[in-house]
T-cell receptor
Framework: QKEVEQDPGPLSVPEGAIVSLNCTYS??????FMWYRQYSRKGPELLMY????GNKEDGRFTAQVDKSSKYISLFIRDSQPSDSATYLC?????????????FGQGTTLQVKP | DAGVTQSPTHLIKTRGQQVTLRCSPK?????VSWYQQALGQGPQFIFQ???????QRGNFPDRFSGHQFPNYSSELNVNALLLGDSALYLC?????????????FGPGTRLTVL
């Protein structure tokens, strides 16, 4: 069993739709949760960073963490064609100060005009 | 402010050869991590360098080695290349020590092993 599971998709939605991306994890020691966006043939770009449980909003993006269920989500409102990319969830493994990230497989999203 | 830079962009090698990839961290960052991303997969942690020493290592064989220089730049070396080493190699930098510090990734070096 992988430490972090993410549905690879692909996910295709019309422009303006609300997108929900999800990851589950098995290690209850994870405390730092991130979402990265990766365009084709580019490096991952940090989108959202959350510590412990709760919600965090940044513009059209909302990240949710439910540590009791070991489940994290990223919501994209009013999706745009420019949001078409691969979205990677990542978690920081203990000891947290070393910064090692464990990634999900990535979900490929296509937003159609 | 330049972000994380990596060189070369692309590289083609044959099995058994050796390769060196280079990374310059974001200005002000002193910690460099290397990740391997196979096609259709998420990045996998190779190792991390801080203060010119390997601080943590992932599940990669000894064929993978690295180095960090006094200016915080880093190299990743892979010996005896295998076909399975074909991947995008990503470098990420951050400020060391702080548990809340986030990592910033470079564009990667795409390695093809024939």
């Amino acid at each position: 069993q992988k430490e972090v599971e993410q549905d690879p998709g692909p996910l295709s939605v019309p422009e303006g739709a609300i997108v929900s991306l999800n990851c589950t994890y098995s290690n209850s020691a994870f405390q730092y949760f991130m979402w990265y966006r990766q365009y084709s043939r580019k490096g991952p770009e940090l989108l959202m960073y959350t510590y412990s449980s709760g919600n965090k909003e940044d513009g059209r993006f909302t990240a949710q963490v439910d540590k009791s269920s070991k489940y994290i989500s990223l919501f994209i409102r009013d999706s745009q064609p420019s949001d078409s990319a691969t979205y990677l969830c990542a978690m920081r493994a203990p000891p947290s100060n070393t910064g090692k990230l464990i990634f999900g497989q990535g979900t490929t999203l296509q937003v159609k005009p | 402010d330049a972000g994380v830079t990596q060189s070369p962009t692309h590289l083609i090698k044959t099995r058994g050869q050796q390769v060196t990839l280079r990374c310059s961290p974001k200005s002000g960052h002193d910690t460099v991590s290397w990740y391997q991303q196979a096609l259709g997969q998420g990045p996998q942690f190779i190792f991390q360098y801080y203060e010119e020493e390997e601080r943590q290592r992932g599940n990669f064989p000894d064929r993978f080695s690295g180095h960090q220089f006094p200016n915080y730049s880093s190299e990743l070396n892979v010996n005896a290349l295998l076909l399975g080493d074909s991947a995008l190699y990503l470098c990420a930098s951050r400020m060391g020590g702080g548990s809340t510090d986030t990592q910033y990734f470079g564009p990667g070096t795409r390695l093809t092993v024939l």
